[in-house]
């Protein structure tokens, strides 16, 4: 290519903020070259650069946006350490249809056994699929409900969002009746996914008010897809402490068989 055309293809695509594609320019051109492509083959390699960089920032912003803690996906997720849990459950909803029909999903389990990385890997699957989402812990959202009024609020909006943790600390009266407006609030309108260690026979004592407790479980409940995992911690998998569970739990069970 000459160097005069390059250098003004060069600048064109930098007005026309094609930055990928300029970056990739002389590679393509002498791929087309090698390959004997017409003009239109080339023309198409060079803008699917151009649309694959531009897609790869928006996810990355989106995930930015989102304030996800990490990014796990699905393809992490070990299922074999949770034999008990239905995979084809879970994996149902990874085609997001959860999110167009407004419907809500609860992760339910003891520490360690993946709630939030499942959270998380629906997050980034409904931010590659443009869904605007928004992930917190439920300390952090119960704070952002005290603040009232504010210029954003993601938490209300958002297509989907992860309200991490609930039932790790306690909740006062005031704090459980700020939760049920934000439960309301996003009721038949957007989607939540709420993870969190209680069942929902211990929710009336994390609220503290069975009356508040039973309206927040009406309204995430009535739309809902509930996965409970039961089983140990992922993360002391082979340490000594899991070890000792094990061998407490597999001798409590021969004492059973043998009383029967």
Not at 68 to 97: C, R
Not at 210 to 233: E, M, Q, Y
Request: aromatic share 10%; with cysteine; net charge positive.
């Amino acid at each position: 290519m000459e160097q005069l055309t390059s250098e003004r293809l060069q600048d064109n695509l930098a007005r026309l903020k094609l930055s990928r594609a300029a970056e990739v320019l002389d590679t393509v051109v002498q791929q087309a070259k090698e390959e004997k492509s017409s003009y239109v083959a080339f023309l198409d390699h060079l803008l699917e650069e151009e649309v694959a960089a531009k897609e790869k920032r928006r996810i990355q912003t989106a995930m930015k946006t989102a304030g996800l803690p990490s990014a796990k996906t699905i393809e992490e997720y070990d299922f074999s350490f949770h034999p008990q849990l239905d995979k084809g459950s879970v994996m149902e909803l990874f085609d997001l249809s959860f999110i167009t029909n407004k419907e809500n999903v609860i992760f339910l389990g003891p520490p360690g056994v993946g709630k939030t990385h499942l959270a998380i890997s629906l997050a980034i699957k409904a931010c590659h699929h443009g869904f605007k989402v928004y992930f917190t812990t439920m300390d952090t959202l119960i704070k952002k409900l005290k603040e009232g009024a504010t210029r954003q609020k993601a938490y209300l909006s958002s297509s989907l969002v992860i309200v991490d943790e609930v039932g790790y600390l306690p909740v006062s009266t005031q704090e459980a009746y700020l939760f049920f407006q934000f439960v309301s609030h996003r009721y038949e309108r957007n989607s939540t996914i709420i993870t969190s260690n209680k069942s929902f026979g211990d929710w009336q004592e994390l609220f503290g008010d069975p009356v508040i407790a039973t309206a927040i479980l009406d309204r995430l409940l009535h739309h809902c897809r509930v996965i409970n995992i039961k089983g140990h911690s992922y993360r002391l998998r082979g340490t000594r402490f899991q070890n000792r569970f094990s061998r407490n739990r597999n001798r409590k069970t021969r004492s059973m068989i043998h009383r029967l």
